[in-house]
């Protein structure tokens, strides 16, 4: 019904910037909210950052001040700007999005900050 697929992970050096995209296809017109979470090996799945048709965002503790999501809907895009990336946001970062009472998952994108 909605697929979700992620790009713009890599490898980067502590204090750096980094942006990822989810791009969105299939019913994409009937999706209320987007959002990105993440998870690293042992660790449990976090909130990261979400947000809805309104553009009202929720952010984790972790990332508040330092990341920033937004959309593009004529693209059926969401994005998450990460700047100042600190070595604990090392992690496989997942894109979702909600589809009337149905949540989608992308297959994750892998980001990896050095000192």
């Known amino acids: 019904q909605v697929h979700l697929v992620e790009s713009g992970g890599g490898l980067v050096q502590a204090g750096e910037s980094l942006r990822l995209s989810c791009a969105a296809s299939g019913r994409t017109f009937t999706i209320t909210a987007m959002g990105w979470y993440r998870q690293a090996p042992g660790k449990q799945r976090e909130l990261v950052a979400t947000?809805?048709?309104?553009?009202?965002?929720n952010y984790g503790d972790s990332v508040k001040g330092r990341f920033t999501i937004s959309r593009d809907n004529a693209k059926n895009t969401a994005y998450l700007q990460m700047n100042n990336l600190k070595i604990e946001d090392t992690a496989v970062y997942y894109c979702?999005?909600?589809?009337?009472?149905?949540?989608?998952w992308g297959q994750g994108t892998q980001v990896t900050v050095s000192s």
């Open positions: 947000i809805n048709t309104r553009g009202n965002t």
């Open positions: 979702n999005a909600l589809n009337l009472a149905t949540i989608f």
